[in-house]
């Protein structure tokens, strides 16, 4: 097949989409069946783009253009092709098409530069199945964490035999892993998942740093007990304890500048109208763009949650399952795209990222970048997420402007 049998990046990303475990919305995640039908045709439109394409050890799909000089280090540009549940169709999506259709002009055009391109569609990024992000990139970073295989779903399947009965040797995950001397840079184009943007009337933007994150699973334990025989100042009611802990949740993030604290599931056990609830487990997800101060919203919170909870006479325990330091984006590159902006006549603007992405765990590999492009509204995890195809338009041409350039 030929460069010009590709599907125009309206038709991909509606294509893709389509690629959903749920009618309603689109849920794809990690080592699902829909994973695999996503990587077989993504591999197949890296393909007609003219790369040769395989899939790695831990199920990110990866396409190569070949450069003038074969042992120089590549430039890899792309993003993640996992979803939430019930998310948008531009989330991750967009930033691989972009970069399949990038490298099909320049196949189209017979161009090639002295250095090779690689485009990669991450197999996780948003951590939705097992509760631990950035599975894809880490792998190519070499910081994969082997002792998250024992995690499980909801299932009860682990990260191990879901990785094998993909037909994948978690064993093998090391060798995903890419040498620095390998990759000179890791360039992503990503929906903005804000109204910066929009607000600005913009198309696109240059991202100076990703915010930093911790995800916590937080176990509540009561006293289960009959609704209407036990008095109220003598329940441990675990539902109540982690109602006040949501609350403190808020309440601390609200004092710390740039600082975000996000309580997205509960699960209450018995989960009966007429008992007690006997514990109830929840999920904290807490955002800084500080390290520092990341740090002690995260012990103040901890300290909070622990003394609303003796308080009631119930108990708590906390699992971090995720942690990401926030990254400043490379000089280098932010420098490089700035001029990229100007010469395809956009005004270069830069923000930061309040959201985690795969070049916060690319930048332990390499120098990393980002473009933003402006979504509708600032919506985003939600089907209603919308980007214009002349905004999408830019950021392709912002993209090979910077490749012109690149050094």
Not at 358 to 374: C, E, N
């Amino acid at each position: 097949m030929t460069s010009s049998t590709l599907p125009n990046i309206s038709e991909m990303i509606c294509r893709l989409a389509q690629l959903s475990e749920l009618s309603n919305g689109i849920t794809r995640q990690f080592l699902s069946s829909e994973h695999r039908e996503a990587n077989a045709l993504v591999c197949r439109w890296m393909e007609m783009a003219g790369m040769r394409a395989h899939q790695d050890a831990i199920g990110n799909i990866i396409g190569r253009y070949e450069g003038l000089e074969t042992d120089l280090p590549a430039v890899m540009i792309g993003s993640h092709l996992d979803t939430v549940v019930n998310a948008g169709k531009f989330d991750g999506i967009l930033g691989v098409v972009v970069a399949i259709h990038c490298i099909s002009a320049l196949y189209k055009e017979k161009k090639r530069y002295r250095f090779p391109i690689e485009v990669i569609g991450f197999a996780d990024e948003e951590g939705t199945r097992f509760q631990s992000t950035y599975l894809g990139s880490k792998a190519v970073a070499g910081t994969f964490d082997f002792t998250s295989l024992g995690r499980r779903d909801v299932n009860g399947t682990s990260m191990q035999d879901a990785l094998l009965s993909f037909g994948l040797e978690p064993d093998k995950i090391k060798n995903a892993a890419r040498k620095p001397k390998d990759i000179s840079a890791y360039i992503e184009i990503h929906i903005e998942q804000g109204p910066v943007l929009e607000e600005q009337g913009i198309p696109a933007g240059i991202v100076t740093e990703i915010t930093g994150a911790v995800r916590f699973q937080v176990t509540v334990t009561g006293t289960a007990g009959h609704a209407g025989t036990v008095p109220i100042h003598l329940r441990n009611d675990a539902l109540v304890s982690a109602c006040e802990c949501v609350l403190m949740v808020e309440e601390i993030a609200r004092k710390h500048p740039k600082t975000v604290g996000t309580v997205g599931q509960i699960t209450v056990t018995a989960g009966a109208s007429n008992v007690i609830p006997g514990e109830t487990v929840f999920t904290i997800d807490l955002r800084a763009a500080d390290n520092e101060i990341r740090h002690k919203v995260e012990h103040e919170l901890i300290s909070e949650m622990q003394r609303l909870c003796q308080k009631r006479q119930t108990k708590i325990s906390l699992k971090k399952v995720h942690e990401a330091p926030s990254v400043t984006c490379s000089p280098r590159i932010i420098n490089q795209l700035q001029n990229a902006f100007t010469k395809s006549k956009h005004k270069p603007y830069c923000l930061p990222s309040g959201a985690g992405h795969d070049a916060a765990a690319m930048a332990d590999l390499t120098d990393v970048g980002m473009i933003f492009i402006r979504c509708k509204e600032g919506v985003s995890h939600n089907p209603a997420e919308s980007v214009s195809e002349p905004d999408i338009q830019s950021g392709l041409d912002i993209l090979l402007e910077f490749l012109n350039a690149y050094d």
